[in-house]
């Protein structure tokens, strides 16, 4: 047993001795590395460019003993800079870059990319570095507003016209929206493919020298639209014209009103013509501290007159309005075929001056690491910088520097999920269920109110419910929506003379909303039991 103890013990050093030494192959095998574990200061620059007041701090990673390079403050731009030993030329071989960062206060409005940035002769310098600074590659997460990707631009000169150019992948992945580490990995083949990885998987692959995977392409068209052809001043390249032959009809009158007064209509018995809708509050009082002089003259707050709730209306009756038949509004001739009609203009090609072809793209060599950001939000972490050679040399550090802490977090975020779901509800139900009850308060919505909170109840009590009660607050917000922009404004009672007039008024009964006003007396006189609500005179 002592000896089987021994070789187990002999077994476990040679292990570990094996993990060390593949940990220190891949760091000898790396071009470029920087762990953070000891501070930046001395090894990387601050920009001294009075906009960049960003501070910069060497932090622990949240919830880990691991430490990387912190954006401490929102709002603000930060830009920092490590120069490599020596350059980097990505023309040769496989290239790999990687890094990890986190969102450890989740996604708001930041970004996190790096900045490969081209030697210092193409013109810019450390304690200057800003967004200007020269670079051939951006890679890296990205989101603000509509803006969720993970950028990979490529910048490169045309030999031709000497301007460098942006190329940016199509269609790049999206940032994984939580609060955990993750690792970014952009490879770089020699046959011209991209692949960019995130957490090891990969997301996109692309060809450089494919015209629908860059944007502008990396090769330029052959031939590009004249820019000095004019399209002719006689170029008519309308489809269809007013018909030059139509005449406007005699009867046609574009002054008559699209809306006239109901002469049919009759003011209801009962109209209180010489009452107010509002009187002043008989029981109001004036303030002991009013002050004539300085406040004004006092007057009493406004109530409803109370003899107009049972009255048909108050205050100067005045007719509906109907439709006018013959309104016609104004006369336009019709459309027809364009008999000079010579199609849609567009200059000739010519030969683009600036076309060049290529086998692989101009990358120009990297000699710097740069950070240039500009965050709405602060707590993201940079960590593990790497360039290397070869890919499973990377996938070596993913699996070293990044995947331990990966577990550690998950774990913990499944937990906190766990923990959020007691009381038989889920995260992802309780924010539904906060969302609806904010729609419960919603104004137009108040008819409503009471059905829409039974439903949330009972979905509470039975959280399997949560999609039938979504679907049956979706069907009574869809009603009220219907029924706001259907229901009509609520016209005065009108005595009508014949059945024709009657069918005229119900028409114009449709026409438009009821004020806020009136919809709350109706709601209160509904559930009183009392009489129908009164009608308001009608506005002009």
């Given at each position: 047993?002592?000896?089987?103890?021994?070789?187990?013990?002999?077994?476990?050093?040679?292990?570990?001795?094996?993990?060390?030494?593949?940990?220190?192959?891949?760091?000898?095998?790396a071009?470029?590395?920087?762990?953070?574990?000891?501070?930046?200061?001395?090894?990387?620059?601050?920009?001294?460019?009075?906009?960049?007041?960003?501070?910069?701090e060497?932090s622990?990673?949240?919830?880990h003993?691991?430490?990387?390079?912190?954006?401490?403050?929102?709002?603000?731009?930060?830009?920092?800079?490590?120069?490599l030993?020596?350059?980097?030329?990505?023309?040769?071989?496989?290239t790999?870059?990687?890094?990890?960062?986190?969102?450890?206060?989740?996604?708001?409005?930041?970004?996190?990319?790096?900045?490969?940035?081209?030697?210092q002769?193409?013109?810019?310098?450390?304690?200057?570095?800003?967004?200007?600074?020269?670079?051939?590659?951006?890679?890296?997460?990205?989101i603000?507003?509509?803006?969720?990707k993970?950028?990979?631009?490529?910048?490169?000169k045309?030999?031709?016209?000497?301007?460098?150019?942006?190329?940016?992948?199509?269609?790049?992945?999206?940032?994984?929206?939580?609060?955990?580490?993750?690792?970014?990995?952009?490879?770089?083949?020699?046959?011209?493919?991209i692949?960019?990885?995130?957490?090891?998987?990969?997301?996109?692959?692309?060809?450089?020298?494919?015209?629908?995977?860059?944007?502008?392409?990396?090769?330029?068209?052959?031939?590009?639209?004249?820019?000095?052809?004019?399209?002719?001043?006689?170029?008519?390249?309308?489809?269809?014209?007013?018909?030059?032959?139509?005449?406007?009809?005699?009867?046609?009158?574009?002054?008559?009103?699209?809306?006239?007064?109901?002469?049919?209509?009759?003011?209801?018995?009962?109209w209180?013509?010489d009452?107010?809708?509002?009187?002043?509050?008989?029981?109001?009082?004036?303030?002991?501290?009013?002050?004539?002089?300085?406040?004004?003259?006092?007057?009493?707050?406004?109530?409803?007159?109370?003899?107009?709730?049972?009255?048909?209306?108050?205050?100067?009756?005045?007719?509906?309005?109907?439709?006018?038949?013959?309104?016609?509004?104004?006369?336009?001739?019709?459309?027809?075929?364009?008999?000079?009609?010579?199609?849609?203009?567009?200059?000739?090609?010519?030969?683009?001056?600036?076309?060049f072809?290529?086998?692989?793209?101009?990358?120009?060599?990297?000699?710097?690491?740069?950070?240039?950001?500009?965050?709405?939000?602060?707590?993201?972490?940079?960590?593990?910088?790497?360039?290397?050679?070869?890919?499973?040399?990377?996938?070596?550090?993913?699996?070293?520097?990044?995947?331990?802490?990966?577990?550690?977090?998950?774990?913990?975020?499944?937990?906190?999920?766990?923990?959020?779901?007691?009381?038989?509800?889920?995260?992802?139900?309780?924010?539904?269920?906060?969302?609806?009850?904010?729609?419960?308060d919603?104004?137009?919505?108040?008819?409503?109110?009471?059905?829409?909170?039974?439903?949330?109840?009972?979905?509470?009590?039975?959280?399997?419910?949560?999609?039938?009660?979504?679907?049956?607050?979706?069907?009574?917000?869809?009603?009220?929506?219907?029924?706001?922009?259907?229901?009509?404004?609520?016209?005065p009672?009108?005595?009508k003379?014949?059945?024709?007039?009657?069918?005229?008024?119900?028409?114009?009964?449709?026409?438009?909303?009821?004020?806020?006003?009136?919809?709350?007396?109706?709601?209160?006189?509904?559930?009183?039991?009392?009489?129908?609500?009164?009608?308001?005179?009608?506005?002009?």
């Open positions: 047993m002592i000896m089987m103890g021994h070789f187990a013990l002999l077994v476990f050093l040679a292990f570990a001795s094996m993990q060390l030494l593949c940990i220190a192959a891949d760091h000898d095998a071009i470029f590395y920087d762990s953070f574990e000891e501070p930046f200061n001395g090894r990387w620059i601050v920009s001294d460019k009075d906009d960049y007041k960003g501070i910069w060497h622990k990673s949240e919830g003993d691991d430490y990387g390079l912190l954006v401490t403050e929102k709002a603000r731009k930060y830009a920092i800079v490590k120069e030993e020596e350059p980097v030329n990505l023309r040769d071989g496989t790999v870059l990687q890094y990890e960062a986190r969102f450890q206060n989740g996604l708001e409005c930041g970004g996190a990319y790096l900045k490969y940035l081209r030697p002769e193409a013109g810019w310098k450390p304690k200057e570095f800003d967004n200007g600074s020269p670079y051939s590659i951006m890679f890296g997460p990205d603000c507003g509509l803006t969720n993970v950028h990979f631009i490529l910048k490169q045309n030999p031709k016209s000497g301007e460098y150019v942006e190329h940016h992948l199509i269609d790049p992945p999206r940032v994984p929206s939580d609060k955990l580490s993750h690792v970014y990995t952009a490879i770089l083949k020699p046959d011209n493919e692949s960019i990885l995130i957490d090891g998987e990969v997301k996109k692959k692309g060809n450089f020298l494919s015209a629908q995977d860059f944007d502008p392409p990396i090769t330029p068209a052959k031939t590009i639209p004249d820019p000095n052809e004019k399209k002719p001043e006689d170029w008519d390249d309308r489809v269809r014209i007013p018909d030059p032959n139509a005449v406007k009809p005699d009867d046609w009158d574009e002054n008559a009103p699209m809306e006239i007064e109901d002469m049919e209509a009759v003011k209801p018995e009962g209180l013509d009452e107010s809708e509002e009187i002043d509050d008989p029981e109001a009082t004036k303030p002991e501290d009013w002050d004539d002089e300085e406040d004004g003259v006092w007057e009493a707050p406004k109530i409803d007159n109370p003899k107009c709730q049972t009255a048909p209306g108050c205050g100067e009756w005045k007719r509906p309005m109907k439709r006018n038949p013959a309104f016609k509004g104004i006369w336009n001739p019709p459309l027809v075929d364009n008999p000079n009609y010579k199609g849609i203009w567009k200059p000739r090609d010519i030969p683009n001056p600036n076309y072809e290529l086998d692989k793209p101009y990358f120009d060599p990297i000699a710097a690491i740069g950070i240039e950001i500009w965050t709405m939000q602060e707590g993201i972490l940079f960590d593990n910088i790497l360039i290397a050679k070869d890919e499973n040399v990377a996938e070596s550090y993913r699996d070293t520097t990044w995947k331990p802490k990966f577990v550690v977090e998950k774990e913990k975020q499944k937990a906190e999920e766990e923990a959020a779901g007691s009381d038989d509800l889920g995260g992802f139900q309780k924010t539904v269920f906060d969302v609806l009850y904010k729609f419960a919603i104004p137009f919505l108040s008819k409503y109110k009471l059905q829409i909170l039974d439903f949330i109840e009972k979905a509470e009590k039975q959280p399997n419910l949560t999609i039938g009660v979504l679907v049956s607050i979706v069907v009574v917000i869809l009603t009220a929506i219907f029924m706001l922009i259907f229901s009509g404004k609520k016209q009672r009108v005595e003379k014949t059945e024709a007039a009657a069918d005229t008024s119900n028409d114009q009964g449709s026409s438009g909303e009821k004020p806020a006003e009136e919809e709350k007396e109706e709601e209160k006189e509904n559930e009183t039991g009392g009489a129908a609500p009164r009608q308001r005179r009608r506005d002009t």
